[in-house]
Structures are given as structure tokens and as C-alpha cells.
């Protein structure tokens, strides 16, 4: 039996148990975020109820880092045992947390994990700092870096064009090393754009995104929580760019506009993932942004992902 295997079938053991206390004892956050409201667009009545044996199951289970970010800073290789243990065959980076990538690499091959992406700021794939950037990912094993937000301020027409911009300049140096780059949504990009450059109604950062991104060159990864919360359709956006999604996140959305873990909302997974093909997708991370006990989250996303 190999190490993740162990570790596996020794259920969640020693190392779950001390991360479980770091994760009471670590930065609380609440169940959830956002307030109440009406349940926003892109999200279907579903949640545990929902589970009725997708065919296929989904081959392979991640989740980002960022989701037990508590417990990483404090221990690395530890935590990563501990997502293996619970079942998970892949990870998304967001930072290294003062690890040399080597050293990074190491651990993951140790917990039988593999690390297909990466978060990283838009300031690391661009100019100087990209190379670097590369550098590290063929250490990890990234085939994908995602920039995961953009300041305020670049949140207009001409802003989103610059990252469009600087995204595809960004890809066209990446596809020499065999990397891809990608962009992660969260709700502001389904903002109508009101500033003086607008084109024409109705127009959205995430429209301008899908516009002037060169598929060839950057691919989308698709927030399913923070696409519902911001009303997009997340099967539109499959219908009408078909193939450009092949990364997501897997966090639910309750009825009342709270982030849940998977299964735990009334975001409907089966009828999503009926349309992974037609999206491309191939990733599937599970995240929640502030769990009370990031163990317990991750574990309770994975169950329900596994049994579908």
C-alpha cells in the first residue's frame, strides 16, 4: 500500500485529529458568507436532496488551499496528509506559505497528491516576475496559474480590457513551458459596468472577459457560488463558451445567500456536472472561503462529491 493509501484507510487518524484542534483554535470565520435575500440567479432548488448517482462520478476531487489556509501556515505537510487522508486526489495552491517549491513538491509526492493549479496575483505573471513565476510551477507541477481577483480599480471597461490584456501576453509566454493561464470569478465581475467608456448596455466585466480573452491562450475558472451570487447562469455561459471552463470551484449557496458546503445549498450538482463536457471541465476544487473547522468542511464537501 502506498502512502496515500495508508493514509486513506486510516481514516482521519492522528493527523486529522491535531489539525482539527488547530482548526477550532485558528482563525473562526463564520459559517458563511453574505446576508440574507432572494436566492440569486444561476442557482437551482437541489442541495443533499440532489445526490441521485451522476453518471459518470467525477474521476477526480480537489480542493484549494486556500480553504485550510489556517492550518497551512502552520504546518504544510501535515495539512496536506490530512486532505489526502480524507480522500482528495488533487490540490489548488494559494501561496507556498515560505516554502521553497521544492520543498513543496516533495510533501506533495509524499500524501499521493497533485497540485494541477495554482493561484497566484496578476502582478506574478506579469513582466519580470513571470519567468520566476513558471519556474516554480514546472517544480510543483502546475499546469494552470490563475489570477484570482483584480483590484478595485482595474473593475471598469478599460480595466478589464487591460487584464484581458495582460492575460493573453501572460499565456503566450506560459504555453512555451506548457502552463496555462487562467481567471477565477467572484461576483463583481456580473456587474453592469456604469463608468464613462461603457460601449453599450448591460455590459459586465465578465462579458468583457470572455470577449477579449484569447481562448487559445487563457482559460476560465468558473466560481459556482460567488457566479450565482453575482445572477449569472452558469449553464449559459457552458452553452454560449462552450469548452472554456475547465477549472471550477465547488462551494453551495444557501437559499438565504449564505456560502455551505457542497450539497449543503440549493445549487444543483448533478445538473451541473451532467454538462461538464460541454464546459470542458476537468478540475473540480472544492472551497469555502471562511469554514468554521476547515477539516470538517472539506471533509463534509468531499463526502457529498464522492457519493454522487
Known amino acids: 500500500m502506498d502512502r496515500k493509501g495508508f493514509l486513506r484507510a486510516a481514516g482521519l487518524g492522528w493527523g486529522a485529529a491535531w489539525l482539527g484542534g488547530c482548526a477550532r483554535n485558528g482563525t473562526p470565520g463564520s459559517a458563511g458568507d453574505g446576508g440574507g435575500g432572494d436566492l440569486p440567479g444561476g442557482a437551482e432548488q437541489g442541495g443533499a436532496a440532489a445526490v441521485a448517482g451522476l453518471q459518470p462520478p467525477l474521476e477526480t476531487i480537489g480542493v484549494q488551499l486556500y480553504t485550510v489556509r489556517s492550518l497551512m501556515a502552520d504546518d504544510v505537510p501535515r495539512t496536506l496528509d490530512a486532505v489526502a487522508e480524507i480522500g482528495y486526489d488533487e490540490v489548488e495552491f494559494a501561496g507556498y506559505f515560505g516554502h521553497e517549491p521544492a520543498a513543496v513538491r516533495a510533501w506533495l509526492d509524499a500524501s499521493g497528491l497533485a497540485a494541477p493549479a495554482a493561484h497566484v496575483d496578476l502582478d506574478a505573471v506579469t513582466g519580470s516576475a513571470l519567468e520566476e513565476t513558471l519556474a516554480a510551477a ?60 461603457d460601449t453599450g448596455e448591460g455590459v459586465t466585466g465578465y462579458s468583457l472577459l470572455l470577449e477579449h480573452l484569447d481562448p487559445a491562450l487563457v482559460d476560465l475558472e468558473i466560481d459556482f457560488h460567488w457566479s450565482a451570487v453575482g445572477g449569472a447562469d452558469a449553464l449559459e455561459l457552458f452553452s454560449g463558451h462552450p469548452g472554456r471552463f475547465p477549472l471550477c470551484h465547488v462551494k453551495d449557496l444557501t437559499a438565504d445567500g449564505r456560502m455551505a458546503d457542497a450539497g449543503a445549498g440549493v445549487i444543483d450538482w448533478p445538473g451541473l456536472f451532467a454538462r461538464s463536457e460541454e464546459a470542458g471541465l476537468m478540475h473540480y476544487f472544492v472551497e469555502h472561503d471562511q469554514p468554521v473547522d476547515p477539516l470538517a468542511s472539506i471533509e463534509a464537501s468531499y463526502r457529498y462529491l464522492a457519493a454522487m
Open 138 to 197: 514546472a517544480v510543483v507541477g502546475h499546469r494552470w496559474l490563475v489570477v484570482p481577483w483584480i483590484p478595485e480599480a482595474m473593475r471598469t471597461s478599460d480595466g478589464y480590457q487591460e487584464v484581458a490584456n495582460l492575460l493573453n501576453e501572460a499565456g503566450t509566454a506560459a504555453a512555451g513551458a506548457g502552463v496555462r493561464v487562467g481567471y477565477h470569478n467572484h461576483a463583481f465581475e456580473f456587474d453592469v459596468l456604469n463608468d464613462p467608456s
